[in-house]
């Protein structure tokens, strides 16, 4: 999956920034729920492969698979301390969202193990139908 782009209609932002853009990009449907199950299948694989769950970075990291987030979010008027700490934050309100769908589980400041949630049905059946 890539970063989603920042091409929402449903409403106007005050201020246009390039991590707000790539959070609204991410989660906006029918990406949005795409994406979740993603996170979701990915969480179960990791359990069945490992026997635990991926820290939060590591399902970041495979749901995006990208190298160089500088690259993916370019955000020339911010210094590398506030590209990190913005990148942190979406990062959080992803993990934040996929947990409040369901996909996967993840309670903060209980350990720094994502563990599997609920996957939408017709997720199941389409990814049954493609193998």
């Given amino acids: ?4 782009e920042d091409h ?4 106007a932002t005050a201020v246009e920034d390039p991590y707000f853009g790539a959070l609204l990009g991410t ?18 694989a990791w359990w069945d492969s490992y026997g635990t769950g991926p820290t939060c970075a590591e399902l970041i990291g495979a749901v995006f698979e990208v190298d160089d987030w500088d690259d ?17 934050l979406l990062h959080r309100w992803l993990i934040s969202y996929w947990s409040r769908l369901g996909t996967i589980s993840f309670i903060p400041g209980h350990d720094d193990i994502v563990r599997p949630g609920r996957i939408d049905p017709a997720a199941l059946r389409s990814t049954a139908g493609s193998e």
């Fill in 8 to 11: 929402y209609e449903s409403f």
């Fill in 27 to 44: 989660i906006d449907e029918p990406g949005g729920t795409a994406t979740a199950n993603q996170a979701g299948f990915l969480t179960r």
């Fill in 72 to 88: 993916a979010i370019e955000d020339p008027n911010r210094t590398l301390l506030q590209r990190h700490e913005q990148l942190d």
């Fill in 1 to 4: 999956m890539s970063v989603g």
